[in-house]
């Protein structure tokens, strides 16, 4: 009798044992976890108070530690590359008042603290896309360090450049520009802006998306590159085309004698960006007393360039048009045009001044080219255009 109760005996203490045992490892658990609450807000609320009275990086130096993640914010807001390194994203929510006043920061030493290469910023100035787009990326092959591309279009559209492209994202924070106009100005300003950004960019080329290059990358940079003049036609007319326009109420800033009149389409160096970017003097006499049938965007770079900087200018253009055909306009290349023997002439054209010294060599691009000529300039690139 006893031998078979006391197994059953022993298996009930045995089970009470048991549930007295889970009852207390919770309860333990439990004071365990309100500790280590306790213990991490005493510690948030001391480190808080210690950042906010004697600063992170006090803190840091004072205990010997160095985290990696306050490593990479010193990193960040203390080295050269912070100035120096070109933005990785084009887009922004700078006014242009904001925009115009960072670009035109200098530094006074001419000395740069690092290696350089100087660049060639294309400023590509279109309504919507690049249909020679492929044109370019064979140009720009093989070239990365030396050029940089910028895009204004307007606001509503959309690219869609393949992550490949040299194009992918390259827009600007962009807004309306009405030929004739201010607003184109303002339009080739914020470009101007933006690739000053980029201490690196040294030159300036404002494109349509109509425009070819007609040399090689190499010609092209280098032909720049040793150039002692800017290029942007800045002429004297003294006609009713020219002075014609001029209003008498943009002295004394700005007098007849000082009106000039040149292509839209310019390449210039550093200082004259930033001689354009900074300005608060002449624009708002163009603003103001220059406006249809007095174009702006054909008269205040010009004129604004010859007043602050005449012996920086070479008073021509290097991109080819044909006015030929007359108009308000010149003329438009389609599929049908585009032969070795049309390319000759453009390289043709005639002679002019580099460097003081005459030359045969006197455009680097050339527009209007249609979408349909994409096609016949590819076939002809490697024989014609070099590349």
Same mark, same amino acid.
């Given at each position: 009798?006893?031998?078979?109760?006391?197994?059953?005996?022993?298996?009930?203490?045995?089970?009470?044992?048991?549930?007295?045992?889970?009852?207390?490892?919770?309860?333990?658990?439990?004071?365990?976890?309100?500790?280590?609450?306790?213990?991490?807000?005493?510690?948030?609320?001391?480190?808080?108070?210690?950042?906010?009275?004697?600063? #992170?990086?006090?803190?840091?130096?004072? $205990?010997?530690?160095?985290?990696?993640?306050?490593?990479?914010?010193?990193? #960040?807001?203390?080295?050269?590359?912070?100035?120096?390194?070109? +933005?990785?994203?084009?887009?922004?929510?700078?006014?242009?008042?904001?925009?115009?006043?960072?670009?035109?920061?200098?530094?006074?030493?001419?000395?740069?603290?690092? $290696?350089?290469?100087?660049?060639?910023?294309?400023?590509? &100035?279109?309504?919507g896309p690049l249909p020679l787009a492929p044109l370019w990326e064979r140009f720009f092959s093989g070239h990365d360090r030396r050029y940089s591309i910028y895009i204004h279009s307007l606001p509503s559209f959309v690219p869609n450049f393949p992550s490949s492209s040299v194009f992918y994202k390259r827009q600007i924070p962009s807004e309306v520009a009405e030929w004739g106009k201010m607003s184109m100005c303002d339009a080739e300003r914020r470009l101007l802006a933006n690739a000053l950004l980029d201490v690196s960019n040294e030159w300036f080329v404002l494109l349509s998306e109509?425009?070819?290059?007609?040399?090689?990358?190499?010609?092209?940079?280098?032909?720049?590159?040793?150039?002692?003049?800017?290029?942007?036609?800045?002429?004297?007319? +003294?006609?009713?085309?020219?002075?014609?326009?001029?209003?008498?109420?943009?002295? +004394?800033?700005?007098?007849?004698?000082?009106?000039?009149?040149?292509?839209?389409?310019?390449?210039?160096?550093?200082?004259?960006?930033?001689?354009?970017?900074?300005?608060?003097?002449?624009?708002?006499?163009?603003?103001?007393?220059?406006?249809?049938?007095?174009?702006?965007?054909?008269?205040?770079? +010009?004129?604004? &360039?010859?007043?602050?900087?005449?012996?920086?200018?070479?008073?021509?253009?290097?991109?080819?048009?044909?006015?030929?055909?007359?108009?308000?306009?010149?003329?438009?290349?389609?599929?049908?045009?585009?032969?070795?023997?049309?390319?000759?002439?453009?390289?043709?054209?005639?002679?002019?001044?580099?460097?003081?010294?005459?030359?045969?060599?006197?455009?680097?691009?050339?527009?209007?080219?249609?979408?349909?000529?994409?096609?016949?300039?590819?076939? &002809?690139?490697?024989?014609?255009?070099?590349?």
């Amino acid at each position: 009798m006893y031998s078979r109760i006391s197994p059953l005996e022993e298996s009930k203490d045995g089970f009470v044992t048991s549930r007295t045992n889970q009852s207390r490892v919770p309860h333990r658990m439990l004071q365990f976890l309100v500790l280590f609450l306790v213990m991490c807000v005493t510690f948030s609320v001391v480190s808080v108070y210690l950042i906010r009275h004697f600063g #992170a990086q006090n803190i840091v130096a004072a $205990t010997g530690l160095k985290t990696n993640i306050f490593q990479c914010v010193e990193e #960040a807001n203390t080295s050269l590359a912070r100035w120096t390194k070109a +933005p990785s994203n084009l887009l922004h929510t700078m006014s242009d008042k904001e925009l115009f006043w960072l670009a035109s920061l200098v530094p006074r030493r001419k000395e740069y603290p690092f $290696t350089r290469v100087p660049k060639i910023a294309f400023m590509f &100035l279109t309504k919507g896309p690049l249909p020679l787009a492929p044109l370019w990326e064979r140009f720009f092959s093989g070239h990365d360090r030396r050029y940089s591309i910028y895009i204004h279009s307007l606001p509503s559209f959309v690219p869609n450049f393949p992550s490949s492209s040299v194009f992918y994202k390259r827009q600007i924070p962009s807004e309306v520009a009405e030929w004739g106009k201010m607003s184109m100005c303002d339009a080739e300003r914020r470009l101007l802006a933006n690739a000053l950004l980029d201490v690196s960019n040294e030159w300036f080329v404002l494109l349509s998306e109509s425009c070819i290059p007609l040399y090689n990358f190499s010609v092209i940079y280098h032909y720049i590159k040793k150039s002692k003049y800017s290029f942007i036609g800045a002429f004297d007319d +003294p006609g009713p085309f020219g002075r014609g326009r001029y209003n008498y109420m943009m002295a +004394p800033e700005v007098e007849i004698s000082h009106w000039r009149k040149g292509s839209q389409w310019f390449e210039i160096n550093r200082k004259l960006a930033i001689y354009i970017v900074e300005d608060t003097t002449f624009y708002p006499k163009f603003t103001d007393f220059c406006k249809p049938a007095c174009y702006v965007d054909e008269h205040y770079f +010009p004129t604004m &360039l010859t007043i602050r900087a005449p012996n920086m200018l070479a008073n021509r253009s290097v991109t080819w048009t044909d006015w030929s055909r007359g108009g308000a306009h010149p003329a438009t290349f389609g599929r049908g045009d585009i032969t070795e023997e049309f390319m000759k002439k453009i390289y043709e054209g005639g002679e002019c001044l580099y460097n003081d010294r005459n030359s045969s060599v006197c455009v680097l691009f050339a527009r209007k080219f249609a979408p349909s000529t994409l096609e016949p300039l590819l076939l &002809l690139a490697p024989k014609v255009l070099g590349f």
